[in-house]
């Protein structure tokens, strides 16, 4: 929000327009953020208070941080050692009564993804898991993705997709996102994003390229009407926040749940700017 951003205490709290609901997992724990954790829980908190409220879904935490996370707020949890935890967090979860929003964790399997996606499953299912769990396949669409990709969906799961890295050199290219995205509509399977997306719009910060949420919005729209892939790779590059700002997003937030992100306000600032979102009049 900006320096001239009237208090919360002056503004209804606003009912957002559905594309923006829940938008943003509110991961300023994680990096570049890496914010300490009482202070992201304090902003949380904080946040419920002003009028674009509605913006923020779960908090994103670290197992290994899980038991400093009141019950008040929903909380996605990313796994740090995979399938093993999945037990832990959830019984965790249930005896502190915390708000489960999903669980997260990479596959660490590179030689048998498929295979992998099983043994998830099989945890997740030895528990009971009452909340979508998001997994993230490394790599691009190769056919052992691909075929990871036929598991998650086969086991009522969720993809999870890195658009990002603190290292340029890793960001996976447009083709390689609207390949991923491609995949999951095929699929029918819902996915969210992390990594590098606080910014509406894609751009180059210095370094290298960075995908924008509402690029990978019209993205999926565009491969949800019809488009192949190759459109969507266009989308993806698109630099005009005009452009994308006009489109038709009405079927984009069924499949593309939400982005995990360091940052609240430099989001909320975009969609403000290109008029997506409004603030109320005290």
């Known amino acids: ?6 208090p919360s205490a002056d503004l209804p709290h606003a009912s957002l327009p559905e594309p923006w609901r829940a938008l943003v997992d509110d991961a300023a724990v994680f990096p570049p953020g890496n914010a300490p954790l ?8 904080a946040r ?3 009028w674009f409220a509605e913006l923020v879904g779960s908090f994103v935490v670290r197992d290994t941080d899980l038991g400093s996370v009141p019950a008040s707020i929903p909380v996605s949890v990313v796994l740090s050692t995979g399938a093993g935890a999945v037990e832990g967090v959830v019984r965790q979860a249930a005896k502190r009564g915390l708000r489960l929003a999903g669980l997260e964790l990479a596959l660490n399997d590179l030689q048998d993804l498929a295979g992998n996606v099983r043994r998830v499953d099989a945890a997740v299912r030895a528990v009971e898991v009452d909340a979508p769990v998001f997994i ?14 036929d598991e998650v969906a086969a086991c009522d799961h969720r993809l999870k997709l890195r658009l990002g890295n603190l290292d340029h050199d890793l960001v996976p290219d447009s083709g390689t996102v609207a390949a991923w995205i491609d ?4 699929r029918e399977t819902r996915f969210k994003a992390t990594a590098g997306l606080h ?7 210095e370094g290298g390229g960075a995908h924008g949420f509402l690029n990978v919005m019209a993205a999926t729209q565009a491969l949800w009407d019809g488009g192949s892939a190759a459109e969507a790779a266009q989308v993806l590059e698109q630099r005009d926040g005009a452009t994308l700002a006009a489109t038709d997003l009405s079927a984009a937030r069924r499949w593309f749940t939400s982005f995990g992100s360091c940052s609240v306000t430099e989001p909320l600032d975009d969609l403000t700017a290109l008029g997506l979102l409004e603030m109320p009049q005290p």
């Open 1 to 6: 929000m900006s320096a001239d951003t009237p």
């Open 38 to 45: 009482d202070d992201a829980l304090s902003a949380f908190e």
């Open 199 to 205: 910014r509406a719009v894609r751009h180059d910060p």
């Open 48 to 50: 419920q208070e002003e």
């Open 136 to 149: 993230e396949i490394p790599g691009p669409a190769t056919a052992a993705w691909l075929a990871a990709a």
């Open 183 to 186: 995949a999951a509509l095929d």
